[in-house]
Nanobody, 131 residues
Framework: QVQLVESGGGLVQPGGSLRLSCAVS????????IVWFRQAPGKEREGVSC????????YYADSEKGRSTISRDNAKNTVYLQMNSLKPEDTAVYYC????????????????????????WGQGTQVTVSS
């Protein structure tokens, strides 16, 4: 049974940091790229970042460049998203997922404003940035 379980969300002040984790089971993480996406109330889903199966390639939404870092530890079956300099507009539920495209394709879609479907995703973790 494929499972992705996100954790690490919470309430943080503007300018603060959080590290989200995505623990996977039921499949071999080494074989798959992983994305993070988010959804704020009343807004559409928004891609955040993607990491290739090997971890050699990473891609970010423009809003995240310089503020977030995606990484993976295949031995621990876990993918991470380190988020720094958080802003109130980062408030959303954050999900990790297995995309149906490789990261380069996901990023092409992202830049064209096209949503890339995912094969599997987790329940999400809430991130709230507020003073």
């Amino acid at each position: 049974q494929v499972q992705l379980v996100e954790s690490g969300g919470g309430l943080v002040q503007p300018g603060g940091s959080l590290r989200l984790s995505c623990a996977v089971s039921g499949f071999t993480l080494d074989d798959y790229a992983i994305v993070w996406f988010r959804q704020a109330p009343g807004k559409e889903r928004e891609g955040v970042s993607c990491i290739s199966s090997s971890g050699d390639s990473t891609y970010y939404a423009d809003s995240e460049k310089g503020r977030s870092t995606i990484s993976r530890d295949n031995a621990k079956n876990t993918v991470y998203l380190q988020m720094n300099s958080l802003k109130p507009e980062d408030t959303a539920v954050y999900y990790c997922a297995v995309p149906l495209l490789p990261c380069w394709g996901w990023h092409e879609d992202l830049t064209r404003g096209v949503w890339t479907e995912n094969a599997y995703w987790g329940q999400g973790t809430q991130v709230t940035v507020s003073s």
